[in-house]
């Protein structure tokens, strides 16, 4: 029929005769005149095949509901919500005598399987990460909090993208000022944003200081750090487009938690919790230390340590300053391409880097040993913190300081130290306070920065034990 034909190109031409895009005329019961379009890319055939069979079966009958199936709604043809459902992966049957159209929710997007985030890794416990797939994520959170008061909103963001932002979080559990202020800025977003491709602009919106060192969201990828997250109150938010999801709201000791302190005994957890929270004082000052002491305060080493740094650094041809930042910037560099470079050629550019650089470096004269000790330090602490954001930050953070202390030495530290109190003091994470539960003290709370209590109060263990049985 020609007004079909030129219905099928007036179809192909709204989607710019793009060659996954499909629309063709196909037969339908009594005499209906019918067009099936969809694309390629983004549905199983075989799936659309049979579906197509099934509601050609029930129109042949003539049954009133023909089109109330499980993956199949019939509504009014609008050019607008036709072109709506096909980029979100749909099937549509358009009938024309009608006028109606009837669509498919049969996509078939391609995503990877939940394996264990590389950046996230754990020694025991749940190895599933979250995927490119929203389905599959709230899946894979549903499967382990079995409860219907789990809400899960949805928000649709970028005029061009269409972009999916879920956010969910259980109910009488969450703080509903910090539900509120999601939704406010995400509306806010949905409002201002033509594109979102990542989620970290989601972030940006959310976060109340983006030019902050600190994070003030959680990242994850893990389902089960999201469980926890969400059974303490928070709330969680997520994409149809990354495997990343943001929880807020947080605070700082939030980051130096890991699935690993409640997959071990108590002490274990315990002992690493402590290590994690010394490990960011040891990573932010312990550059600034050491270039304040052999700069300004010599006298605070024994007499044998002080003699054996003069004559060290007595060979570089300039200030400590300036060896910590060479060093730096070259364990940056090394970590950058450790990053970008294919996995095979990873523990080259480390052993290239860490022994060949390391000890001709010495050699030439550019930097004294303990600088080199130092730096090594320096690097292993900020690589403990469990978070990638925090890790991040930490890096950041010890250049300010080496200058502070290159310039003022135990003095520029002490202010350094007293303006990051002050900016952490002010900082919040979803309208919560970011230094809780130092500030505002809460002593009941303290504990769990540093100590991972056990989940049963430990019964009285026996005094002594008879062998016939009794024990007292």
Not at 4 to 16: A, G, N, Q, R
Not at 433 to 440: A, E, G, L
Request: negative net charge; hydrophobic residues 45%.
């Amino acid at each position: 029929m020609l007004f079909l034909e030129s219905m099928v190109d007036k179809l192909k031409s709204t989607f710019y005769n793009s060659v996954d895009f499909t629309a063709k005329e196909i037969s339908w019961p009594n005499e209906n005149y019918a067009i099936l379009c969809y694309y390629s890319s983004m549905v199983n055939k075989r799936d659309v095949q049979d579906q197509l069979n099934v509601l050609k079966l029930q129109a042949a009958v003539d049954e009133e509901k023909w089109t109330e199936t499980m993956a199949s709604v019939k509504e009014p043809f609008q050019m607008e919500k036709f072109v709506d459902y096909i980029c979100q992966g749909e099937t549509i049957i358009i009938l024309m005598t009608e006028q109606q159209m009837v669509h498919l929710t049969l996509p078939e997007v391609p995503h990877r399987s939940p394996d264990e985030p590389i950046n996230e890794h754990i020694v025991r416990g749940s190895h599933e990460g979250f995927i490119e797939n929203v389905d599959v994520n709230i899946g894979l959170i549903r499967k382990r909090i079995r409860v219907p008061n789990l809400v899960v909103n949805k928000m649709e963001i970028g005029v061009d993208t269409k972009t999916d932002v879920y956010y969910m979080y259980l109910d009488q559990v969450a703080n509903m000022q910090s539900v509120s202020e999601v939704e406010r800025k995400l509306k806010l977003m949905q409002e201002r944003t033509p594109t979102l491709y990542t989620a970290g602009e989601v972030g940006d919106y959310l976060e109340e200081s983006v030019y902050s060192p600190f994070p003030q969201l959680l990242n994850t990828e893990r389902p089960d750090r999201v469980l926890a997250n969400l059974v303490e109150g928070k709330i969680a938010i997520l994409t149809n487009i990354s495997p990343t999801v943001l929880i807020g709201p947080v605070t700082f000791f939030s980051f130096y938690q890991s699935p690993d302190d409640y997959n071990g005994r108590v002490l274990v957890g315990s002992f690493y919790r402590i290590v994690r929270i010394f490990s960011f004082l040891s990573a932010v000052f312990l550059p600034a230390f050491y270039i304040a002491i052999v700069s300004f305060h010599f006298e605070v080493l024994p007499l044998e340590l002080s003699k054996k740094l003069k004559l060290d650094i007595g060979e570089i041809p300039y200030r400590p300053i300036i060896e910590a930042l060479l060093l730096e910037i070259i364990i940056e560099l090394i970590r950058e391409a450790s990053i970008r470079l294919p996995q095979a050629v990873v523990q080259t550019i480390g052993i290239v880097g860490g022994l060949v650089i390391g000890t001709v470096i010495v050699t030439a004269g550019l930097v004294s040993n303990m600088m080199v000790i130092v730096v090594a330090l320096t690097a292993i602490s900020s690589y403990v913190v469990p978070s990638v954001e925090m890790n991040m930050s930490i890096r950041i953070l010890r250049f300010p300081f080496m200058l502070a202390a290159a310039f003022m030495g135990f003095f520029g530290i002490v202010i350094g130290s007293l303006v990051l109190f002050v900016h952490l003091l002010n900082l919040s994470s979803l309208k919560s306070p970011y230094f809780s539960p130092v500030v505002p003290f809460e002593p009941k709370k303290i504990k769990t920065i540093f100590v991972r209590g056990p989940f049963v109060k430990p019964e009285p263990q026996v005094s002594s034990f008879d062998p016939e049985g009794n024990m007292k």
